[in-house]
């Protein structure tokens, strides 16, 4: 097998949205020897920022001399980037060996495991024999019922910022949906929460009561913005200062969660130095998320695919660029909020180049353009990702913005796309 038959095995299944649950996960890494139970975790849910958290927390553990595994999805242009150890993208050759061991056991099985379920599982096993001190795992969807979920108890189970999102399957209520994401809350635990909707942490507190958890908030008051660029932004926590590589206040409320993460794992034993946190902060990456293509003219890449997401993207662009309109090169998912996301983005655009995403779920580029004409927006239709790229160069000009905006997957095409120009 090789690493592209891997990934196409891995592919040809859905993800398991109509058939939630942890029993075929469970038989499989059963089937496998269990690697799981020999690793130890931070498990990360939420619905916006849970990427970034983990980035942040993989960056500074590695910074501490742990030997990290990093597990998230989706991916932005290779399928390796999802299984990560040390900050290094599995092998090819190693995807392709591990899925070949994870095939022979899913198709021994009465209930074939799903695409996420077999990723995880291809993960356990790397981790586990890379002989990994701590991995952080980030949830696919949801949080008890997510395949992650199959985990013993946690070092630190940390809950993101959560909104409405997925609510056919997980409640449609931010309590609901907060209790469905709780449910990595197990005994024995830490728990870190984010400082969010009074509702949300409410059901987090009690999750945590009724499970004897000791719990965090990653108070935002404490955080105090003193600067930000394009070369990342400084602040105080607590009365210290550091630098965070990755752009945009709302990466400060994501920080501060990391630095509570960070007590927690003190509190357990972990030894993480004060300098290891300021190095994996300052030198944190995390691909698409408001990140830097170029300076001149500016072009900014952001993974954002819901209004939470687009009102986050508004707030730092009025900070990095005031005064500035850009050209937005975006494409959006029909069921998705997109007339809100417009909405907010609208005030500071310059004008629109519309793409269509490659998703069955897709808005058609000429009926996003339409819409935001009949809005009052400049706005057109490209049928390709180099043709946009083209239109919303020339049109921000030399001393212009362009900024790349949408669900990660066509970000990712857009970036690869980008990086391949002369």
């Not at 050759?93 to 695409?115: F, G, N």
């Not at 199959?150 to 609901?176: Q, W």
């Not at 975006?330 to 310059?350: F, I, S, T």
Request: hydrophobic share 45%.
């Amino acid at each position: 097998m090789t690493a592209q038959e891997a990934i196409d095995y891995i592919e040809h299944y859905g993800w398991s949205t109509t058939r939630l649950g942890l029993e075929r996960t469970r038989e499989l890494l059963h089937r496998l020897g269990n690697p799981q139970k020999k690793l130890r975790f931070v498990h990360v849910a939420g619905s916006n920022g849970k990427g970034s958290t983990c980035a942040m927390l993989d960056a500074v553990l590695r910074a501490a001399g742990w030997r990290t595994g990093l597990y998230t999805s989706p991916y932005i242009q290779n399928f390796c980037e999802r299984i990560q150890v040390e900050g290094a993208n599995i092998p090819g050759e190693a995807l392709a060996d591990i899925t070949e061991r994870v095939r022979a056991q899913a198709e021994a099985m009465d209930d074939h495991p799903s695409q996420f379920e077999l990723v995880t599982a291809a993960a356990m096993l790397y981790f586990a024999e890379t002989q990994c001190d701590i991995v952080v795992l980030e949830v696919g969807m949801g949080g008890a019922l997510d395949s992650t979920n199959v985990i013993d108890c946690p070092e630190v189970a940390v809950i993101t910022n959560i909104g409405l999102e997925h609510t056919e399957y997980l409640g449609d209520t931010l309590e609901k949906i907060a209790a469905t994401k709780a449910g990595i809350i197990k005994p024995g635990c830490r728990a870190v929460c984010y400082d969010g909707a009074p509702e949300v942490t409410a059901v987090v507190r009690a999750a945590c009561e009724e499970r004897g958890v000791p719990l965090r908030f990653a108070d935002y008051g404490k955080v105090k913005p003193l600067s930000q660029g394009l070369d990342g932004q400084r602040f105080l926590w607590d009365g210290t200062e550091y630098h965070l590589a990755l752009l945009g206040r709302h990466q400060l409320h994501n920080a501060a969660t990391v630095l509570e993460t960070v007590a927690a794992l003190r509190e357990g034993g972990w030894k993480i130095p004060e300098d290891a946190v300021r190095t994996g902060l300052e030198h944190v990456r995390w691909p698409a998320r408001l990140e830097v293509m170029r300076r001149a003219p500016l072009f900014l890449i952001d993974g954002g695919h819901n209004p939470q997401c687009a009102e986050a993207l508004s707030e730092s662009l009025r900070e990095l660029l005031p005064g500035k309109k850009a050209v937005f090169l975006l494409g959006v998912l029909a069921d998705k909020d997109y007339p809100r996301m417009m909405e907010l983005l609208m005030p500071l655009a310059q004008e629109f180049v519309c793409l269509t995403p490659l998703s069955d779920r897709a808005l058609p580029a000429a009926e996003l353009a339409a819409y935001l004409t009949a809005h009052g927006a400049k706005a057109s239709a490209c049928a390709g990702i180099g043709d946009g790229l083209a239109a919303a160069f020339a049109a921000a000009g030399a001393d212009g913005a362009v900024v790349a905006f949408g669900s990660l997957y066509l970000v990712g095409a857009i970036r690869g796309a980008y990086q391949a120009m002369p």
